[in-house]
Every structure is written in structure tokens, then in C-alpha cells.
T-cell receptor, first 114, second 113 residues
Framework: GAVVSQHPSRVICKSGTSVKIECRSLDFQATTMFWYRQFPKQSLMLMATSNEGSKATYEQGVEKDKFLINHASLTLSTLTVTSAHPEDSSFYIC??????????FGPGTRLLVL | GNSVTQMEGPVTLSEEAFLTINCTYTATGYPSLFWYVQYPGEGLQLLLKATKADDKGSNKGFEATYRKETTSFHLEKGSVQVSDSAVYFCALRTGQAGTALIFGKGTTLSVSS
């Protein structure tokens, strides 16, 4: 099946620094990608919908200036957590839409902010 | 609002046991329903889906039936294997095809030989 990669798989950073997470569709083009966040023992929560060549659509309660999303090409979307704080520590997962009714998920990125 | 509720895990079974993971949902309109599976170190993979009431999704021996009257989509397998050990997520989609999913919290299944 189609593969979506995320990089890095795990990152530890100091409070106040920014972290960039990449989501790539390896064998298909994705005009739409989704970014989710998962807290321990909680469900995946949609953060934003990323559309190639346009601004991302953020869910209510998600700070767009803190979670910067760029979808500059049909195979790459990036999520940058700016001025990260310990409460941003979480598991971030992306998915890429391959067709009208199919999306593939990346393996996730574990972020720990000290 | 729209939501998905799954049974709390972990679920621990012996090989060849019968599996049921309960999932109920709250949604407006007529959602599509999904089960995703996440094996250790991998991304979520679609296991099966159903798009309308009374549809049965099936794959790899797993089945789930879309029950509108009980707003449920319980996952079942008659005989589990060690290789089925994973985290299972129930999800729904209320919008057009290709829109984002709403997930349950996930249920961890551990199967021992």
C-alpha cells in the first residue's frame, strides 16, 4: 500500500525552541494532508487540514501562530511547533489523502519538550 | 457534537480466542464508519469500513456491522492470532469523502500464544 513517512520519529527539545516535523507521501501525490495530535490514552484530535498551495484550515482551539503548517508541494507538508513548551509534548500524526475516499497515515512523531 | 466511544483496554486474549471490541458513536446525519489498526512502530492502517446502515465491513478475518439503531460498529474476530496484537481505533467521518476523521481513544489488544 501507499506509504507516508514522518521525520523525525522522535524529538526532544528545550522549552522556547521551535521544532519542525515533516510529513511525506512517498509514492503518491496528496493535495490534502491532515495533522492530528494524540495525548496518552486519548483519541487522535484533528489539528488542521493542510491543502497544497493554500493556507491551512485550523480546528477550533488550535493556535495557528503556534502550529505553523506549510504544504508547499504535493508530497510534503510540514508542521512547525514554535516556541515549544512542555504542554506541547505529544504524539503528532499526519495523514495524506490519496484519493477521494482514501487516506494513509504516517507513523507519528513523539515530541518531548523539556 | 460528533464523537466515538470505544471500550477501554487493554484487552488480553489467548490465541484462537474470540474478540469483540465495542464501539459506539454519536453523529449527525449518516456517517461513514471505520476501524483502523496500528501495529508497533507503524502508522494507522485502514482495517475495514462501512458507509451505510447494515453494511458489514470485513478484512483479514475481522468484521464489523454498521448498526444505526444502536449507533454501534463493534469489531469482531472469531479466532485471534498473536500477530493481531496492536492498537485498534474506531473512527467516523461525517463530511464528504476525503475529509478528516473523528477517532475513538483506541483499544490495545495483546494476544499470547
Amino acid at each position: 500500500g501507499a506509504v507516508v513517512s514522518q521525520h523525525p520519529s522522535r524529538v526532544i527539545c528545550k522549552s522556547g525552541t521551535s521544532v519542525k516535523i515533516e510529513c511525506r507521501s512517498l509514492d503518491f501525490q496528496a493535495t490534502t494532508m491532515f495533522w492530528y495530535r494524540q495525548f496518552p490514552k486519548q483519541s487522535l484530535m484533528l489539528m488542521a487540514t493542510s491543502n497544497e498551495g493554500s493556507k491551512a484550515t485550523y480546528e477550533q482551539g488550535v493556535e495557528k501562530d503556534k502550529f505553523l503548517i506549510n504544504h508547499a508541494s504535493l508530497t510534503l507538508s510540514t508542521l512547525t511547533v514554535t516556541s515549544a513548551h512542555p504542554e506541547d509534548s505529544s504524539f503528532y500524526i499526519c495523514s495524506a489523502r490519496a484519493s477521494a475516499d482514501t487516506q494513509y497515515f504516517g507513523p507519528g512523531t513523539r515530541l518531548l519538550v523539556l | 457534537g460528533n464523537s466515538v466511544t470505544q471500550m477501554e483496554g487493554p484487552v488480553t486474549l489467548s490465541e484462537e480466542a474470540f474478540l469483540t471490541i465495542n464501539c459506539t458513536y454519536t453523529a449527525t446525519g449518516y456517517p461513514s464508519l471505520f476501524w483502523y489498526v496500528q501495529y508497533p512502530g507503524e502508522g494507522l492502517q485502514l482495517l475495514l469500513k462501512a458507509t451505510k446502515a447494515d453494511d458489514k465491513g470485513s478484512n483479514k478475518g475481522f468484521e464489523a456491522t454498521y448498526r444505526k439503531e444502536t449507533t454501534s460498529f463493534h469489531l469482531e474476530k472469531g479466532s485471534v492470532q498473536v500477530s493481531d496484537s496492536a492498537v485498534y481505533f474506531c473512527a467516523l467521518r461525517t463530511g464528504q469523502a476525503g475529509t478528516a476523521l473523528i477517532f475513538g481513544k483506541g483499544t490495545t489488544l495483546s494476544v499470547s500464544s
